[in-house]
């Protein structure tokens, strides 16, 4: 029997990946939430199965397993471990808010640590690119507006971002492009993805050959002859009609993910696509958005560069900021051994960095902030459960394309479970205090 | 908070007619009062200048732009590090610091007060956040409008009570505090890679011209009774020529007179302030731009000084900024913003050698030397595109040393030392019209009347300078002038001691000024609904969502307008 009447809240952010569809209409009744509207089918699901697999104690290892204990204590034990360590890494970031994301660099220049957030295993080589080509971007209304040719390049936001192209492409409406076809879409992949299904032109690319795809239309576009017949398994005729449809359009918008950051050539291959967006600008209007994953990973980039001046990868052992990915970076200096303690916010080391990272962090203490259980948390010596931003926490984000936008709490968070600003914030002061005490 | 008395400094008070005069200022609460009591902390400066703390009116500090430009230059970083002190956060960056380093380093000049002069209104919830995370000085932004859809639409209609209105709700809902206009209508036509150049070229698919943009702007300044004036950065920045759009520009607003205040302010003069047809012959146009803030009272302007170092291009005038990188061949960065407005920016490095970059000192020079009345022309590097906001003692001395100024005309482009007429201008600046250019006539501007001097009530915002005017000739020691004024001996701020010989000896809050016009009901409610019918076509986030809390600003300050709508 229901008693208490449902609430209905309107204009909810949705916080799972970065596109920042913010018209969720969400029903809920005390801390059961009934419905998420207007979203993609992950959206719905973060929102009603908000519940499941949650942390709800805090835990610290006793005798090789973890047992509840009181927040307190599960501070104090956090702050020794930071305290004690002389190479901290503080990792994650990507699914909490700007605010935490500021407590934790606090924190680290606090301690003398590493910070980094997940940049480092998906878009850092977009950021080195940009580093050494420039980038021409837009936020993604103007695309909306007037793309009248839209590239999706080694990403498939057909199931990694479910309401990309309605919110803000091809099926979109904007002011210049009214309907599917005012538009043009090209897809490059080496698969022919869902998203290649809706696309005019697919291109297949083989696999690690978007740098020389990319080099063969730079040189198509600066209207020089390429020689041989084939590049990376696309015909010449084929790459020289593509660079013709993107200088004859009037408004062209490059979308790409991790097919082009993560696959062989990595910062290289994400600058000659910054590059090609450049040479374009002179022939026509063209631009390029990385097509950012978890719903804040823009937003750990722009804290940390306002504070430290660098987006990712910030050595603060020195008590200023260094910046040298490969050194600087939390896999690389895992990797090495380098890393004596961790502490993890929103994030899931141990099932997505390479095997020789995690057999690093397995035997080095690690602090977890979490709203559910993952193979992290269950590998850490500290357990401290978390609201779920944009669910039960309140919090800033920012979209793919640095729109700044405010995630709403919608409901309570378990009994005794706090927000990551919380924890960090009473971790910040007890590492102070144990620092006055040393 | 303990009160505080600053004893037998030499006091430069240019808003209240103080031209030196040895006297005490005490301070309780945070204000500057009559008397304190005995137990006071009294602070002895004695042979030192004291001033109100320094306002500057234009410094792109925070923000999408500023922080874009961080990101894309690691390499200004690194070679400029502060590490964490007992009292102060980390920090880095040379052209573009990050947070905490830019409050502390303006804090070591003396400066009290900064405002951010271009924040595209989608992201200043951006801006915001950094705002609130620069320690010590009070700050604020000024949002775009000059190439807002909504304004072009309500100018295109000569709409002006509904666009009043809605300029009122884009300030309160972006924490805004004045108008500002970059290249009129030229970023809306960069959308499709053009640009405008003069004020009666059309703005492709809207039928409005930059002239019907920017005195409608002044029209509604003037109805909201904003405390600032227009900010305004004209078409055509950087072109060669470019000055005779600037007269027009200052020209299409004489008819807006408002009692005792400007209803303009023209900023970084230097970037458009240029005669001649091409590159190779560049000359200056500040004579006529001169002449014409000299002889008009509804007009300030700022020359945004170049200095020979590396700095970050940055302006919300994206084709502007395409432009120029097709010159320096450097780092582009370009991010246009949805229905509102654009972003460009540009790494670079200004040369005594290069012919242009020395016309562009001199012409910058030129403007702040002729313009007679300091009143009307005010310190600024445009930071970081003119130079580094540091560079200001610099600029002091060259202002203040006709020595000074010779000294480097010697090492400049052979050529542009010929075509400037700075070589024949002796005038040099007293003290008493630095602290002018610096504070008074910035806070004057601006409308802060708590700020910019030290009468009873104002804010207890001090610079105390190791500088003995009586003793010092600033003409002939002006290294020892960009000393003290690189380093102050005190800042204060709201009654506290927050700088020491040059050192930050302790951070504070500093709060963050937007302006609140209220505008009668009926035409709110009219507007409003005309923007929510149009507000998801325009926009890819919900009217809801745009709107930025009160509580979001961590020490939010709001000045209230009464509309005449």
């Known amino acids: 029997m229901r008693t208490t009447p449902k609430t209905t809240l309107q204009d909810v952010l949705c916080t799972f990946c970065a596109s920042g569809c913010d018209n969720l209409e969400i029903t809920y009744e005390g801390r059961v ?72 660099i606090e924190l680290t220049e606090l301690v003398g640590g590493l910070i980094d957030n997940t940049t480092t295993s998906c878009h850092g080589p977009t950021i080195l690119g940009v580093q050494d080509a420039g980038e ?5 209304g103007e695309v909306r507006h007037s793309a009248d040719l839209v590239v999706y390049w080694g990403c498939n936001p057909v199931h990694s971002h479910p309401r990309h192209t309605n919110r803000y492409t091809v ?82 918008a490059l979308f790409f993910g991790l097919g082009l950051t993560m696959t062989s050539g990595k910062h290289r291959n994400t600058e000659a696509a910054l590059a090609l967006v450049k040479d374009l600008n002179y022939v026509t209007k063209f631009v390029i958005v990385p097509m950012r994953g978890w719903f804040n990973v823009a937003g750990a ?22 910046f040298n990915p490969g050194d600087t970076s939390a896999i690389d200096a895992m990797t090495r051994g380098e890393v004596d303690a961790a502490l993890v916010v929103a994030s899931d080391p141990v099932s997505h960095f390479p095997r020789e990272a995690v057999k690093h962090l397995l035997k080095i203490p690690v602090i977890v902030l979490e709203p559910k259980r993952t193979p992290t948390s269950e590998a850490a010596e500290v357990v401290l459960p978390s609201a779920m931003l944009g669910v039960e926490a309140a919090g800033t984000i920012y979209r793919i394309d640095g729109v700044p936008l405010e995630a709403k709490k919608v409901i309570d968070p378990p009994l005794g479970v706090r927000s990551d600003v919380e924890i960090l914030d009473a971790m910040i002061k007890r590492v102070k205090k144990l620092g006055a005490r040393r | 908070m303990p009160e505080l008395l600053i004893r037998n400094g030499y006091v430069l008070d240019p808003l209240n007619g103080i031209e030196g005069e040895r006297m005490d200022i005490a301070i309780k609460d945070g204000r500057i009062v009559e008397s304190v009591g005995r137990k006071a902390r009294v602070l002895d400066a004695l042979d030192m200048t004291v001033m109100p703390g320094g306002v500057d009116i234009h410094s792109h500090i925070a923000g999408a732009k500023a922080n874009c430009a961080r990101m894309m230059r690691p390499e200004d970083h690194s070679r400029d590090t502060e590490a964490k002190t007992k009292y102060t956060r980390s920090g880095v960056g040379h052209t573009i610091p990050s947070v905490f380093t830019t409050g502390y380093r303006y804090a070591r000049m003396g400066y009290t007060t900064v405002f951010e002069p271009a924040t595209p209104p989608l992201k200043t919830r951006h801006t915001h956040e950094e705002l609130n995370d620069i320690p010590i000085i009070d700050k604020g932004c000024f949002p775009l409008f000059g190439n807002n859809w909504f304004v072009m639409e309500y100018v295109k209609q000569g709409r002006i009570e509904e666009l009043a209105a809605y300029v009122a709700w884009m300030l309160e809902a972006t924490k805004g505090y004045a108008i500002k206009i970059v290249n009129p209508g030229g970023i809306e036509a960069w959308r499709w890679g053009r640009n405008l150049r003069h004020l009666d070229d059309n703005v492709p698919n809207f039928d409005v011209t930059p002239r019907q943009i920017v005195r409608a702007l002044c029209e509604v300044n003037r109805l909201l009774n904003l405390p600032h004036a227009v900010h305004v950065h004209p078409n055509g920045l950087s072109e060669p020529g470019n000055y005779q759009t600037t007269l027009d520009t200052m020209e299409c607003a004489r008819d807006f007179r408002r009692e005792g205040r400007t209803i303009m302010h023209v900023t970084h003069v230097q970037f458009t ?23 008009h009272d509804h007009v300030s302007i700022d020359p945004g000084q170049l200095i020979f170092t590396n700095v970050t291009w940055m302006t919300a005038d994206g084709p502007a900024m395409f432009a120029l990188f097709k010159l320096a061949k450097t780092k582009w960065f370009n991010a246009d913003v949805e229905a509102e407005t654009g972003a460009g920016i540009v790494s670079a490095t200004y040369k005594k050698s290069n012919y242009v970059n020395a016309m562009q000192w001199g012409i910058a020079l030129e403007l702040a030397l002729l313009v007679k009345d300091p009143w009307k022309v005010y310190l600024t590097t445009d930071h970081p595109n003119g130079g580094p ?4 003692p610099r600029v002091i001395s060259w202002l203040v040393s006709n020595q000074a100024r010779q000294k480097l005309l010697d090492k400049i482009n052979k050529t542009a030392k010929r075509r400037l007429n700075l070589p024949g201008i002796g005038r040099e600046y007293s003290l008493h019209e630095i602290a002018t250019i610096t504070r008074a006539a910035t806070a004057k501007s601006l409308g802060l009347e708590s700020k910019g001097h030290l009468g009873l009530g104002a804010d207890a915002d001090i610079a105390i ?28 701020k709201d009654g506290r001691i927050v700088v020491k010989k040059g050192e930050v000896v302790r951070s504070v809050r500093g709060r963050t000024f937007w302006t609140k016009p209220k505008v009668s009901d009926d035409v709110m409610k009219t507007m409003m609904t005309g923007l929510a019918s149009k507000f998801d076509d325009y926009y890819t986030v919900r009217m809801a969502n745009y709107p930025i809390e009160e509580n979001y600003l961590t020490a939010s300050q709001v000045i209230t307008t009464s509309a005449g709508v």
């Open chain 1, 33 to 104: 939430i009934d419905s998420a509207r207007n979203g993609c089918a992950i959206s719905v699901s973060r929102f009603t199965t908000a519940d499941r697999s949650r942390l709800l104690k805090p835990l610290v290892r006793k005798g090789g397993k973890l047992r509840p204990t009181t927040f307190a204590r599960a501070i104090d034990r956090a702050a020794r471990i930071l305290n004690r360590a002389k190479y901290p890494l503080l990792y994650g970031w990507s699914q909490t808010s700007c605010e935490a994301i500021s407590k934790g």
């Open chain 1, 136 to 140: 021409a971007t837009c936020t993604l």
């Open chain 1, 171 to 252: 099926f979109s409406e904007g002011r210049f492009r009214r309907t599917r076809k005012d538009r043009k879409l090209i897809v490059v992949d080496v698969r022919k993805t869902d998203t290649a299904k809706l696309a005019d032109r697919f291109i297949q690319v083989e696999p690690n050959g978007d740098y020389e795809l990319l080099t063969a239309l730079r040189t198509a576009v600066n209207g020089e002859e390429i020689e041989q017949d084939t590049i990376a398994g696309v015909r010449v005729e084929t790459v020289e009609e593509i660079a013709e449809m993107m200088m004859e359009c009037e408004f062209g």
């Open chain 1, 301 to 322: 980039n722009e804290v940390s560069t306002w504070q430290t001046g660098y987006p990712y990868a910030v050595d603060l052992t020195q008590g200023y900021p260094k």
């Open chain 2, 273 to 295: 302030g240029r005669k001649g047809w091409s590159w190779a012959d560049v000359r200056s146009g500040a004579p006529e731009i001169a002449d014409y803030v000299n002889a």
């Open chain 2, 389 to 392: 906001f540091t560079s200001y």
């Open chain 2, 465 to 492: 300078y190791d500088i003995d005017p009586r003793k010092l000739d600033l003409a002939r020691e002006y290294k020892a002038v960009r000393k003290a004024f690189a380093h102050a001996a005190y800042t204060v």
